[in-house]
Every structure is written in C-alpha cells, then in structure tokens.
C-alpha cells in the first residue's frame, strides 16, 4: 500500500505540471501543443519530470490493476500469475517509455 | 454457490453503488476511472513511442488520431474528467487512509453502528471533490470540444 500511496502523491504534482503543459492556461490550442516540435521540445525540457512520470505511473496504474484483479479472484495460482505478468507488463512499459525518452529527449 | 461465483459476485456487488451512501458511489468511480487512465495511459506511451520516429510518423500518428473525428476529443476529455476525478478523489483517499483525516475519532460500537467514518468532514469532502471535478470538467469540455477557454 505504501508504494501506492507515494506513486500516487507524486502523480498528483507531475501529472498535474503535464496536463498544465498541455492546457488552455498555456494561451496555446490544443493543436499547437500537438505539433512535433513542442511535444518534443517538452521531451527535451522537462526529461526529468517525464521520466518520474512515466516510472509512478506505470507503478501504480499496473499496480491498482492487480489489486482489482486480486479481489476479483484470489487462489494462490492465480495471484502468482498475475503478480508475474504485472512485473513484465512493467517493465515492457518502462523500457517503452524509456527508450522514447532517451532517443527524443 | 460455488467459491468462484461468489467472489465473482462480490466484484460486481462491489462496483454496484445503487442503494448505497455517496462514498461508495465515489469508491465504484475512483475504480472504474482508474481503469480507463490505465488504458488510455498504455495507448499514449505508444503515441509517444511515435516520436522517436521524427516528425513524419509523429504527423502520421496525429492524422490518424484526427481521422477519428469527433470522437478523438470526446476519448480525451472522459480521460480528463477520470483523471480529474481519480486525482482529486485520490487526494481525499490519500488524506483518509494515509494521514487518518476526515475520518473522525474512533467510538466504541454501539447500535446502531453509525460509522464515523461517514461523518459531516467525509461528506462535505466528497462533494467538494465532485462540484471542483465537474467545474473542471466542463472547462475541459469547452477547451476540447468547442476550442474555447484559452487563457
């Protein structure tokens, strides 16, 4: 629970500074952040940030995931299987997002 | 009942909010809002997996996005107001679970077991997460759907 709760605080300040990035409060349409050159230039600036991001959210996306999926069904079999294809799901998804991360940014 | 259909009976009871009090209706969403960010977050590492492809498959990607019409900014703003809604509502959980706040103080149980839980600060809590959530929401909604709100 604990990892939840800390992924969870910090998505609250990095998803928030992401979607302001993206929001009207910028004085840019929609379009205009969806150009290649921002989306990339936010890649480049903000690499950091992007990369806590993507690290809590895989964590705690994946994560709630399993926890709805643990409720639903709870045999011992089961839960092994599903805790080993959540840590494959995670690092499929981090190493995505990393290499994206490394070769825009 | 077998043990499989039952536990497959306390999921759906689970997600069914009808007849019961705000906090479960605002826990039946906090689930299913996670599950569409879950989603919607898988497809956008892929979107922005586009990117290390320069700007013609990014422009690629975008046309293909567009060709869906209305219906791209409609996906976009039910994943703004569920991550408006699991981020506010989060804080909330986060407060209660993590902190102990709003939860009021412990009391010996006496009938008719009114949880304190569920207090007067629980409920004035979820229905300010709701009220800032649909303000928000439909802010959203007129930046995504009709191009307006730009500051």
């Known amino acids: ?105 | 009942m077998t043990e499989a259909k039952r536990y497959k009976a306390g999921l759906i009871h689970s997600l069914n909010p009808l007849g019961f009090n705000v906090e479960r209706w605002s826990y039946a969403l906090h689930r299913a809002t996670g599950v569409v960010l879950v989603g919607y977050f898988m497809a956008h590492i892929f979107e922005t997996l586009q990117l290390s492809g320069g700007s013609g498959a990014w422009a690629n990607t975008m046309n293909a996005l567009h060709s869906l019409g209305p219906m791209e900014m409609v996906g976009l703003w039910i994943v703004a107001g569920s991550a408006l809604y699991h981020g506010a509502n989060g804080i909330r959980l986060i407060l209660n679970e993590m902190f102990g706040k709003l939860m009021g103080k412990p009391i010996l149980p006496v009938y008719p077991y009114s949880p304190t839980s569920l207090g007067r600060d629980q409920r004035i809590a979820v229905w300010t997460v709701t009220l800032v959530v649909l303000a928000l929401w439909v802010w959203a909604g007129l930046y995504l759907l009709a191009g307006l709100g730009v500051v």
């Not at chain 1, 379009?31 to 806590?52: H, R």
């Not at chain 1, 639903?72 to 299987?81: G, I, S, T, V």
């Open chain 1, 1 to 105: 629970m604990l990892a939840t709760y800390i992924t969870a605080i910090i998505l609250v300040f990095v998803l928030t500074f992401h979607l302001l990035l993206e929001s009207p409060l910028t004085g840019k349409t929609l379009d205009d952040t969806l150009t290649f050159g921002a989306a990339s230039n936010n890649m480049v600036y903000y690499q950091v940030v992007f990369g806590l991001l993507l690290i809590t959210a895989v964590i705690h996306g994946l994560n709630g995931i399993r926890a709805i999926a643990v409720e639903w069904l709870h045999p011992k079999r089961f839960c092994l299987l599903l805790n080993l294809i959540i840590v494959v799901l995670m690092a499929f998804f981090l190493a995505v997002g990393t290499y994206t991360l490394v070769v825009v940014g």
